[in-house]
């Protein structure tokens, strides 16, 4: 009798608390600027929505990507990982199987959540062997969600083009539709399917907008027409930029911000617009379905984006406006008894997933580098990281660079070396210098400063050498990047296998690649029309 009367209780305590427990709504932008956001009054933009979670919310001040590239940052978001630990990347690797079970989607549909993925899913896996999975993962990925309608690459800004989105198929069928909006849709949907199971949600939609092509939705076409954008302070400041930083294909692609500011920004914002009208969409269904109350929404980007500032466009660099992301917690049980609540403490992209983990209910699972947000929503804590990796090891060589961020500096090491190029440190004192303009790694008195920072380096490379994943290409980064190893010592071969990316981009291997496969076509259809 004893032992019945303990499973009922049991059974009524686990019921009690799966009810209790909060729906999830993780909401990604790609290649968002942290202060593209109306409310901020920074730039003359629109967003609504996001201003209104602003208000009832918490805004992270300091959250930055620790890698700021979609496919790095899209699995440490998934896994709270560092890039040297997810070995996701591009011309690095796929994420592991292993390390994907353990992915907050995977944990919370483990622990009886409703799971549902729309949008840019961005990475690969490889499966338990380290092989990469057939078919490009789609259809193990697909299984590992209660609902699906996400696509595995950059994907298109028609939905119908989309063709792994399954759900928006089911639905529409290839009715044609701007993705951003379908993706509001979309999301409209799952909240309707998920209210129906009985279950806690978790829906994570990761948005393909405003990343390029600037493809706007026409219903938004009017809405900057004829507005002069205010420019940054560190507009097209070329001249500041250390040799390394000028190599990258962010100089060439901030040359479009530079000679159309105004254009440009009217099209990237009115991409934004759109996103946040998508988002009303959701929340709007959130209140219809009743479950307004018990879910959490969060927004962030998967890294920044320079428009313009020190000349540059894109992403990639340690510097702020490239890897400094937006973030927005709203938590409806959660009273902050303050408007437009910020908190400057120091967080990144890899405390997303402890952060969902611990609403959810469910102890940490798996060793990772990030840290749960709530205790600083909470006030129970001041402070998560006394600093952050910033990580860029993609891309042209001698454009590679890591970082250190603190509450107060930022240290950044261009450490390439060869052919013109010398290693060379920045450091930037982050209170008084937010634009990051004048460096202070040559300043005599800043030279306290300089070793704390360098210290701080050498502590995250010595954590590299130990955690960084095998046969991914990381583990060189340890000789590469170590700041008291002459450049000139490493060998040739080292060096070359730091990847070779031209500015816009793309290896030499894919441009010929690119070019042999038009030329078989150009000569496929000169012969089809001899015939």
């Known amino acids: 009798m004893k032992k019945f009367t303990y499973l009922i209780l049991g059974l009524l305590s686990s019921t009690l608390y799966a009810s209790e ?31 209104k979670l602003a208000e009832k919310g918490t805004r992270f001040t ?3 990507n620790t890698t700021a590239i979609c496919m790095a940052s899209r699995a440490q978001i998934m896994t709270g990982l560092y890039e040297f630990s997810t070995g996701s990347n591009f011309l690095h690797g796929n994420l592991a199987w292993q390390k994907w079970e353990k992915s907050y989607p995977m944990l919370l549909r483990k622990n009886g959540y409703f799971t549902g993925f729309a949008g840019k899913f961005g990475f690969h896996l490889n499966d338990e062997t380290g092989k990469p999975l057939k078919g490009g993962t789609t259809e193990r990925v697909i299984k590992s969600f209660d609902w699906w309608s996400g696509w595995m690459g950059q994907g298109s800004y028609q939905m119908n083009e989309n063709r ?11 009715k044609a539709e701007h993705t951003t909006y379908a993706l509001g849709l979309m999301g409209r949907d799952f909240v309707k399917k998920a209210k129906a199971s009985g279950k806690p949600f978790c829906l994570s939609i990761s948005f393909k907008a405003p990343h390029t092509p600037l493809a706007t939705d026409p219903r938004y076409d ?28 962010p100089l060439s692609k901030g040359k479009g911000w530079v000679r159309s500011y105004d254009d440009t920004m009217k099209k990237y914002h009115t991409m934004i617009y759109g996103m946040d009208k998508a988002i009303a969409m959701i929340l709007e269904e ?10 959490i929404i969060i927004f962030t980007s998967d890294n920044g984006h320079h428009n313009g500032s020190k000349g540059l466009g894109g992403k990639l660099y340690a510097y702020e406006v490239g890897s400094l992301a937006p973030a927005i917690i709203y938590d409806p049980r959660h009273d902050t008894c303050q408007k437009f609540k910020t908190n400057e403490a120091l967080s990144g992209n890899i405390d997303f ?44 060589a001698s454009a590679q660079s890591l970082g250190v961020v603190t509450d107060d500096y930022k240290y950044i090491n261009w450490f390439y ?38 210290q701080l380096y050498d502590k995250f490379l010595a954590q590299w050498k130990e955690e960084s994943v095998a046969g991914a290409g990381y583990e060189k980064y340890v000789q590469l990047a170590d700041r008291t190893i002459p450049f000139s010592q490493h060998s040739q071969e080292m060096i070359a296998s730091m990847y070779s990316d031209d500015k816009a981009g793309k290896t030499k291997q894919d441009k010929k690649a690119k070019k042999d496969k038009k030329a078989k076509k150009d000569k496929k259809a000169a012969d089809k029309n001899k015939s």
Request: charged share 30%.
């Open 222 to 249: 009017s809405l900057y027409e004829g507005v002069k954008f205010t420019k940054p302070a560190d507009f097209n400041e070329v001249d500041k930029l250390p040799a390394q930083a000028k190599s990258g294909r």
């Open 164 to 174: 792994e989105a399954h759900e928006y198929k089911n639905v529409y069928g290839d």
């Open 353 to 396: 997933h402890p952060t969902i983990l611990d609403y959810a209910g469910i102890a940490k699972a798996a060793p990772n580098h990030g840290k749960s947000m709530v205790s600083l929503i909470k006030g129970e804590k001041q402070k998560l990281h006394d600093s952050l990796l910033l990580i860029n090891v993609w891309g042209i």
């Open 21 to 51: 427990r909060p729906n999830i709504i993780f909401l990604l932008a790609d290649d968002m600027r942290w202060d593209s956001m109306g409310h901020l009054g920074i730039f003359e933009v629109k967003t609504p929505t996001l201003d």
């Open 417 to 454: 070396g060869a052919d013109d190029f010398t290693p060379t440190e920045e450091l930037f004192n982050l209170k008084k210098d937010a634009f990051e303009q004048d460096s202070l790694a040559m300043n005599p008195e800043a030279k306290p400063q300089l070793e704390a920072m360098r």
């Open 62 to 64: 300091r959250n930055y």
């Open 286 to 295: 959130v209140k219809e379905q009743q479950v307004e109350d018990n879910t």
